[in-house]
């Protein structure tokens, strides 16, 4: 199932979707998919497909990524919510399930707690409510810095990002090429500013605000720690109901990690919302 490229433009800032809309009746719940930092669209793209033939499904270059505004005067974590708002009415698409993925997930649990009237469902891939490390916007900066840019071919991406831990193949799918080589499409820069704000406090009033049924689906090898799920789930609003499974053998992308499981997760939660619906 093919997707179309949508632009979304939002105080003077574009946004680049991919949106797979097979002109499903109005009762189908439309999800919006959230990439994390320095990710791209196209790492939901295995999951939009599995989604497509029952829901529409719209996934977000998020400023700053992708084929989105590359420099963008605002990375705020209250921007980022803004430009969640602004692709769901510019694109019609009514109380949508959010899933979104580390940074994605972040803002994806802002909008529904800002916002619940717009919000259906929330899915919070390996993304929680605790404050950040201090030191992590200088790890990501020290991270990038150590990327031996350009890549000479993407062979040569995917090896190294695999030697990082990571999908090789959808890493480097989100790289560009210019004249001397590959290059990721975001700036350094941009990535260690978006992660700052995350480092300044914690997140749980934003959490507590959330009351719409939501799904955490944690990386066994992720980034967060135990006791951080066990308090988002202690901690939510008795009227939210609030599932968390822990995906074996996954690190921090479960979504690229073990594609099937979170497919099958993401169907689930869903079918759900529909018969609670009915």
């Known amino acids: 199932m093919m997707w179309t490229e949508r632009t979304v433009t939002r105080a003077g800032t574009r946004l680049t979707c991919r949106d797979w809309d097979s002109h499903h009746p109005g009762s189908a719940t439309p999800v919006v998919l959230l990439h994390g930092l320095a990710g791209h669209t196209g790492e939901w793209d295995a999951a939009a497909a599995h989604l497509a033939p029952h829901h529409r499904v719209v996934a977000v270059d998020q400023r700053g990524h992708g084929a989105s505004e590359r420099r963008p005067a605002d990375v705020s974590r209250a921007a980022y919510v803004a430009d969640v708002l602004a692709v769901c009415e510019q694109l019609g698409l009514h109380r949508p399930v959010l899933v979104g ?9 802002l909008t529904a707690a800002a916002h619940p009237e717009l919000v259906r469902g929330l899915v919070l891939v390996d993304a929680g409510a605790a404050q950040s490390d201090p030191g992590t916007p200088e790890e990501i900066g020290g991270w990038l810095d150590s990327w031996p840019l350009p890549f000479p071919t993407l062979a040569e991406a995917r090896t190294f990002l695999t030697g990082q831990g990571l999908n090789g193949e959808a890493w480097a799918a989100g790289l560009e090429q210019r004249a001397d080589g590959w290059y990721p499409r975001f700036e350094r820069s941009v990535m260690v500013a978006a992660i700052t704000e995350n480092t300044t406090r914690a997140w749980w009033p934003e959490w507590q605000a959330v009351r719409c049924p939501t799904l955490l689906v944690i990386g066994e090898k992720g980034i967060m720690p135990p006791e951080e ?3 988002m789930l202690d901690s939510a609003d008795p009227s939210t109901v609030t599932t968390a499974v822990s995906v074996l053998g996954s690190g921090h992308d479960v979504h690229l990690d073990r594609p099937a499981v979170v497919h099958s997760l993401l169907s689930a939660f869903l079918t759900e919302l529909r ?3 009915v």
């Open 101 to 109: 993925q580390s940074l994605g997930g972040h803002t994806a649990m």
């Open 229 to 231: 799920s066990v308090r």
């Open 275 to 277: 018969t609670r619906a």
